[in-house]
């Protein structure tokens, strides 16, 4: 942007109405916010107004490392200029077209996923626009399965602890009741299994289900992995039962866990160890919006036909060109190395802070709990610190930093953590009374 069009975008939002000096402060934008916002996100924690690499600035200066990356989305950081040039170029040549037609990006997108996954001839892509969507699809995929396969193939299976975003179908799946209850009735027929249960899966899979549809690596509960022994049982039962196996690979795809896909080995596994079906999104785009369904092999990529399904704005050239430059800037810039290599740094540090029990790192998508329900406490004395941190639970902190974190923004966190963490565990203590 040039300076005159930065300068006609704060007129537009009003940036300049504020103080004397002209800047809007945090606070007074949070004010406005509290005006004109649903309250369905709480008070955002900071007004941001900036962001270049892992880095970002708030409306009152204040600068932070981002180690949660807008939730695993800015996969290269905020700003990235290949990827933002690439957007510019295709918003300027062409932005939507509706799917009535299609476009270079798009193809090339589709063609991209399918070879990163290792999907046999046949296999196709759906684009939607976010991960709800994508497993929308996939909601969709395994109720015509169900349907086309037998009259009572009508039960879908998910997992407790499970998220898979806040739409019908997708709600559906997911598990936590405080998110379900306030909406049911749900779309019916969804079940859900104890966490990692062999012996139950065995139990619940038969020629009843229509499909079911696991997260490799539980992000929103706290980065829970499924066991590999797990993974591969639920290929084979459902493969035995002519259920769908589907892989909600929102939060931990596209190099996250420092591999392309984190319940596919595109390298090692035969096709017949392919998933039936893999949703994406969050930094697929590298900060753009977009989701999509892939379907393995011909059969199940047969299940929607024309008219079946759609998306006014899914696959537009756009969102599929920052998508094929986030790609491209992953795999020539050997992104992955730095995820594995930043990743293991990230987690020996953070195993040696007094007040950490266990680490759960999976590339640069890492859990760890703590002694103590302090978790809010340290995200907040975090931020004040300048470190963006997420709790997804009382005692449980998740990092999901840009893939291009460097060592030493990782060391400065970690060399920040042990007095952050002591002074919440402390805090704590003293509103427990005598911790004797
Ligand atoms: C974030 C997430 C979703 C929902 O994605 P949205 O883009 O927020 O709709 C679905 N599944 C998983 C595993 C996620 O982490």
């Known amino acids: 942007m040039t300076e005159d069009d930065q300068n006609q975008l704060k007129d537009l939002v009003g940036a300049t109405n504020g103080t004397p000096a002209g800047v809007t402060t945090g606070d007074q934008w949070l004010s406005r916010y509290s005006h004109s916002l649903m309250g369905v996100f709480g008070t955002p924690q900071r007004v941001l107004v900036r962001g270049a690499g892992a880095v970002v600035w708030d409306a ?3 600068e932070y490392l981002d180690l949660l990356g807008g939730i695993a989305v800015n996969a290269l950081g905020h700003a990235h200029p290949f990827v933002t040039s690439v957007i510019a170029s295709q918003l300027s040549t062409l932005g939507h077209v509706s799917n009535f037609f299609t476009s270079p990006t798009q193809i090339a997108l589709a063609e991209k996923l399918l070879e990163l996954v290792g999907a046999p001839t046949g296999s196709k892509v759906f684009f939607a626009n976010s991960g709800t969507e994508a497993n929308e699809a996939a909601f969709k995929l395994a109720r015509s399965h169900g349907k086309k396969s037998g009259a009572h193939r009508t039960r879908i299976l998910a997992l407790e602890g499970a998220f898979h975003g ?16 306030p909406f049911e009735p749900m779309p019916a027929g969804v079940e859900h299994l104890p966490f990692n249960d062999v012996a139950a ?11 079911v549809i696991l997260e490799p690596i539980q992000g929103e509960a706290g980065v829970r992995p499924l066991s590999d022994e797990y993974l591969r ?3 084979q039962v459902t493969r035995d039962a002519g259920a769908l196996l589907i892989l909600d690979e929102v939060q931990t795809g596209v190099g996250r866990t420092g591999t392309w896909f984190a319940g596919i080995d595109a390298d090692a596994g035969s096709v017949a160890d392919l998933p039936d079906a893999v949703t994406l999104a969050k ?26 399904h759609g998306s006014t704005f899914g696959g537009n050239p756009v969102a599929t060109a920052a998508a094929l430059a986030t790609l491209h800037v992953i795999e020539s810039q050997h992104v992955l190395q730095n995820v594995v290599a930043v990743g293991e740094h990230l987690a020996r540090g ?32 975090a931020l004040d610190a300048g470190f963006i941190l997420n709790a997804p639970g009382p005692a ?13 923004q990782a060391d400065s966190f970690l060399s920040a953590l042990p007095a952050l963490l002591a002074d919440a565990l402390q805090a704590h203590e003293s509103t ?3 911790p004797s």
């Open 60 to 62: 009152d200066g204040r």
């Open 166 to 181: 806040r739409t019908m179908g997708a709600l559906a799946l997911t598990a936590k009741q405080a998110y379900r209850e």
């Open 201 to 211: 899966l065995r139990a619940a899979v038969d020629e009843t289900v229509a499909a």
């Open 233 to 235: 049982a639920a290929r």
């Open 283 to 308: 930094g697929l785009g590298g900060g753009f919006p977009i989701g999509a369904l892939m379907t393995i092999g011909q059969d199940v990529s047969g299940l929607l036909s024309a008219g079946q």
């Open 350 to 381: 953070l195993a040696a802070v007094p007040g950490v029990v266990e680490v759960r790192a999976h590339g640069l998508l890492i859990g760890f709990d703590l002694t103590a329900p302090v978790a809010p406490d340290l995200v907040r004395r």
């Open 396 to 408: 449980t902190i998740r990092l999901a930093p840009p893939l291009i974190l460097t060592t030493s």
């Open 432 to 434: 427990q009374g005598d």
